[in-house]
């Protein structure tokens, strides 16, 4: 198996590949974001774009939370 790691903001995106499939998974201090679900792609680079789009509508759903209170 094959990881790699990069860095999105304050988030750590985590890569494992094996049988030809990529797993990525969302750290924030060294800790699971178990609220955003893993992504599995073909490529890293499919996994970590799939995970970013992911973050950011996260993101955006919480700003528009806060707006409304």
């Given at each position: 198996m094959k990881s790699a790691a990069f860095e999105?903001?304050?988030y750590t995106i985590?890569?494992?590949?094996?049988?030809g499939m990529v797993r990525a998974r969302l750290f924030r201090n060294g800790v699971w974001v178990?609220?955003?679900?893993?992504?599995t792609a073909d490529t890293v680079e499919e996994a970590v774009r799939l995970m970013k789009?992911?973050?950011?509508?996260?993101e955006e759903e919480a700003q528009e939370g806060q707006a409304v209170h």
């Amino acid at each position: 198996m094959k990881s790699a790691a990069f860095e999105y903001g304050p988030y750590t995106i985590k890569t494992f590949a094996s049988s030809g499939m990529v797993r990525a998974r969302l750290f924030r201090n060294g800790v699971w974001v178990r609220e955003i679900s893993d992504w599995t792609a073909d490529t890293v680079e499919e996994a970590v774009r799939l995970m970013k789009r992911t973050v950011e509508e996260a993101e955006e759903e919480a700003q528009e939370g806060q707006a409304v209170h």
